[in-house]
């Protein structure tokens, strides 16, 4: 419990840093200063694995799964970079959001801050409960895999006209149910008084709460795909975090180059089928947790160096401006 409660407190420092400190004031992000705060979150998630080496080597943590100390390292590792790959689809969510409520760039930090706090609370739920039923009801392994493999055809064979519009949701129309929505911004509020007097949501806080709904979407499809490769609730719960703490900057840094990664989905489906068919043939097929790692990895670079050569070649082929 000491390790949870540390664990906590250090995450709750980091985002009263982040706020607090780092990004008092609004500010546009650029690509440089998002660089080096990817760089940093992704820096520190792997120093941890570090800790994670030791904390398995000691007594100060449940050890439910008896994991040796590189076993957990490498547990951890993996599923952070699992989280981290299926980010980049929640990257293009956000930015359609943000896009349609018009968002200021300044203002869309604070926005990811407070969606991050939420998605804090649901991802652990939702590892809770997924952890829980997976040792109270070992066969749900099955209904998990075959899940990924139903997600990972759905995105193969997903049409690109099928486009997500937040101004025709659910969420959206729930939200004007409750409160009347306003499109005026007024800075950082998320809440504003219209002209008749009465409290309005501002673009801000609707784009707050389709970001929140769309988290817990995609945890349903992260959650089991991490569980494929461990039940241990700490190395769970921290590699997610870590993979949380670290979208914001990640999409700042991607905000301008999205079309360019537009190919990376068919990393995600490989490495989605792949964890999938992992935990449906767990009983028969026995994967190093090495070779889990390396194979993701190579997925996660393959897909990174062929979407940059296509958007290359595409950019190759269009005529020049002599041309015209």
């Known amino acids: 419990m000491t ?24 500010h546009i992000i650029s690509s440089k200063e998002a660089g080096k705060w990817t760089a940093l979150w992704a820096s520190l998630a792997f120093a941890f694995s570090g800790v994670i080496y030791w904390l398995y080597g000691t007594d100060y943590i449940g050890n439910p799964t008896s ?20 980010s980049i689809d ?36 939702m590892i809770g409960f997924g952890v829980t039923i997976i040792h109270q009801f070992a066969w749900t392994t099955y209904l998990f895999g075959g899940f990924l493999i139903f997600t990972a055809f759905k995105m193969l064979f997903s049409k690109e006209e099928d486009e997500f519009d937040p101004k025709h949701s659910t969420v959206y129309k729930l939200i004007g149910k409750i409160i009347p929505i306003t499109s005026e911004h007024d800075k950082e509020r998320f809440f504003i008084t219209a002209h008749n007097g009465k409290k309005a949501a501002t673009p801000l806080f609707v784009a707050l709460m389709i970001i929140e709904v769309m988290d817990v979407l995609f945890a349903v499809d992260s959650v089991p795909a991490i569980l494929s490769i461990t039940s241990d609730p700490f190395l769970v719960f921290s ?25 990376l989905e068919y990393s995600l489906i490989i490495i989605l089928t792949f964890v999938g068919v992992k935990m449906i043939a767990h009983d028969y097929i026995h994967i190093p947790e090495w070779a889990s790692l390396c194979f993701i990895v190579a997925c996660l670079a393959g897909g990174v160096i062929f979407s940059l050569w296509l958007a290359k070649k595409e950019e190759q082929s269009l005529p020049s401006r002599d041309e015209e």
Do not use: C
């Open 67 to 86: 994991l040796s100390q590189s076993t957990a390292a490498m547990k951890f590792i993996t599923g952070y970079l699992i989280e981290v790959s299926l």
């Open 3 to 26: 390790v949870w409660i540390l664990f906590f407190a250090l995450v709750i420092g980091i985002l009263a840093l982040d706020l607090g400190v780092f990004n008092k004031t609004p």
């Open 239 to 263: 590699s997610n975090i870590f993979a949380i703490l670290g979208l914001r900057s990640m999409y700042f840094f991607l905000a301008n180059m999205l079309e360019k990664f537009s190919h």
């Open 90 to 125: 929640n990257i293009f969510v956000i930015a359609v959001i943000f896009a349609s409520f018009k968002i200021p760039q300044k203002y869309q930090h604070r926005v990811l801050f407070w969606g991050i706090l939420g998605a804090i609370v649901f991802r652990g739920l």
